[in-house]
């Protein structure tokens, strides 16, 4: 059985990285140590956590925005923030209905809407109700909106019945710092407006 010190002085010797990351870590100046792996000072990282829009610092926090529709918007599609678990973080901003992209990068684009209706009417035998929901961007790029998800439906004629169509999109997309992002629906007196049902968002990779 090992006596007690000798027991001790093992455990010291057989971890010498252990005691250089130590050496290391109190050398350090004390206001590097106020976000560890980010070398934010103490101060800015506390100000960057109470306010994560205002002080947004490229390269630390990831952007993210997921939004909801707007029940109270009857004529458009209406996009609303801080409810319903909706949220604009690290940059995100919301602007005249689009997104304002903080920084350039990779991002995840994705969005859903569900469109329903009492039913067909009798006398829409060959005329389809049209259902469509596009992401579009407008960049210093391109002259004009530029489609990045786009999907169709139609509807009736089909079932007498009540009907119901949903539509989710996303995909990975190159933006580019200042690049806003918005939609444009055909059907929205269809949508059903709920935060589970009609949602828009994206976050950086």
């Given at each position: 059985m090992t006596r007690p010190g000798h027991l001790y002085l093992l455990r010291v010797h057989g971890n010498p990285l252990l005691l250089l990351l130590l050496g290391l870590l109190l050398a350090l100046p004390s206001e590097t140590q106020g976000l560890p792996g980010v070398g934010l000072s103490a101060s800015t990282a506390r100000t960057a956590q109470q306010h994560p829009q205002k002080h947004f610092i490229p390269g630390t926090l990831k952007p993210a925005a997921h939004l909801v529709g707007d029940p109270s918007a009857q004529t458009s599609l209406r996009w609303r923030a801080n409810t319903d678990h909706a949220f604009?973080?690290?940059g995100f901003s919301l602007?005249?209905?689009?997104?304002?992209?903080?920084?350039?990068?990779?991002?995840?684009?994705?969005?859903?809407?569900?469109?329903?209706g009492e039913g067909c009417s009798p006398k829409a035998t060959t005329t389809p109700l049209y259902l469509a929901h596009?992401?579009?961007?407008?960049?210093?790029?391109?002259?004009?909106?530029?489609?990045?998800l786009s999907a169709q439906?139609?509807?009736?004629?089909?079932?007498?019945?009540?009907?119901?169509?949903?539509?989710?999109?996303?995909?990975?997309?190159?933006?580019?710092?200042g690049d806003q992002l918005s939609t444009?629906?055909?059907?929205?007196?269809?949508?059903?407006?709920?935060?589970?049902?009609?949602?828009?968002?994206?976050?950086?990779?």
């Open positions: 604009l973080r690290h602007s005249n209905n689009s997104l304002l992209v903080p920084t350039s990068g990779l991002y995840f684009v994705y969005t859903q809407v569900v469109f329903s596009e992401v579009q961007l407008f960049s210093s790029q391109y002259p004009s909106h530029v489609p990045l439906k139609s509807v009736c004629p089909g079932p007498q019945g009540p009907w119901v169509r949903s539509v989710y999109q996303g995909a990975v997309f190159l933006l580019t710092r444009h629906t055909v059907g929205s007196s269809h949508l059903l407006l709920s935060p589970s049902s009609v949602f828009f968002g994206a976050f950086a990779l």
